[in-house]
């Protein structure tokens, strides 16, 4: 959400279901409303008409509709959402409103009904924008024509806020010669392996080497608790030099400390992009193609690492080549903000993204 609002100048109106469960910056409230749509996501397609009516009419009074993307749209997670979003772009279109789909994966797997949902926005003149190549090739197999190659729209997003608590523990790690490095464990992985012992591992490799380690959930949600598999690592540690990240972040804060990090390895995917973003090379743990496809843009795949059993000796391998990635990787990242940047380009004659909704 950050991201779009940086992307998007003038007025903008954020529709969701509950305007408690969104963060607005503060810089942005002034020219953003809210409007709800409680229904239209999540209820089944019967019962979700009186939310699309709605809908409908909020639309009219719009110059566009943009539709966050990311890994919401192939099914993987919930169809419904997922169709219900690609009936969204589709009403937007039939109505002659630009409507575009900012850069989100497809899955190999994508649910059918979701993937002839999205065919219909295209060919209905939805501009539809995948964020990596490999999704981008699965979607116009697919037969979703349009299908535009962009990347994730976070990279476009370079705002960085340092916060006191963390910048202090980095001083003093870097005065005491120590080094420092940003570990994340997934909620979402910790459903599929037992994966603590593996990241003691990791840890406790980094801490031999001088580093200092943060680790650093990045998504408090109970479907998938990164807190939790946190927590889980540190009990199991038992070491100083480690400290543990207990409150969510900001966008902006979690990029200064990329920033400030020497080595990142995560289980989430946005951390990763927002390490790029400041020119360091993650190790990432992979999931449904989206890891592989993020680090094409980069020209590599040697640090995307499956999570299975073994997969935190892998990792120990890995991070001292990742340490001398960096000025490779970065000469990037010029062209993949650009592809960011080009999520937000409505192609109509008189559309600009200032006056987007």
């Known amino acids: 959400m950050e991201a779009t609002l940086y992307a998007l100048h003038g007025p903008v109106t954020v529709l969701a279901t509950s305007e408690s469960a969104l963060v607005i910056p503060e810089a942005d ?39 966050i993307g990311a890994d919401l749209m192939d099914g993987a997670y919930n169809a419904g959402a997922s169709l219900a979003r690609s009936s969204g772009l589709w009403l937007a279109a039939k109505q002659g409103i630009p409507s575009v789909l900012l850069g989100c994966s497809w899955a190999g797997s994508a649910v059918p009904t979701c993937t002839l949902a999205l065919k219909r926005a295209g060919a209905a003149g939805a501009h539809l924008n995948f964020r990596d190549a490999i999704s981008q090739r699965r979607a116009a197999a697919s037969g979703i024509a349009g299908a535009r190659l962009t990347s994730d729209i976070v990279f476009g997003d370079v705002r960085i806020e340092s916060t006191h608590r963390l910048s202090s523990f980095v001083e003093t790690s870097r005065n005491e010669g120590r080094r420092v490095a940003l570990v994340n464990a997934s909620g979402l992985v910790g459903k599929r392996i037992d994966q603590k012992g593996e990241y003691v591992d990791i840890v406790k490799s980094l801490l031999s080497s001088h580093f200092s380690v943060i680790l650093l959930p990045h998504v408090f949600r109970s479907t998938g608790d990164d807190l939790h598999e946190c927590q889980g690592i540190l009990e199991a540690l038992n070491e100083p030099g480690v400290m543990l990240v207990d409150s969510m972040l900001r966008p902006s804060e979690i990029r200064a400390l990329c920033r400030d990090s020497d080595l990142v390895v995560t289980g989430r995917m946005h951390l990763a992009v927002m390490a790029l973003g400041q020119g360091v090379v993650p190790i990432t743990l992979g999931t449904h193609g989206k890891v592989e496809g993020l680090y094409q843009h980069f020209d590599g795949l040697d640090f995307c690492v499956e999570p299975t059993v073994g997969f935190g000796q892998r990792v120990v391998d890995l991070w001292p080549e990742a340490m001398t990635q960096d000025s490779l990787w970065t000469r990037s990242l010029p062209a993949v903000v650009s592809l960011s940047q080009g999520n937000f380009v409505l192609q109509a004659p008189d559309l600009s993204p200032s006056e987007s909704q």
């Open 29 to 67: 409230r002034e020219r953003v409303r809210f409007e709800s749509i409680a229904g239209f996501t999540y209820l089944p397609p019967l019962l979700r008409i009186p939310a699309a009516i709605r809908f409908v009419r909020i639309l009219a009074a719009g110059r566009s509709l943009s539709v």
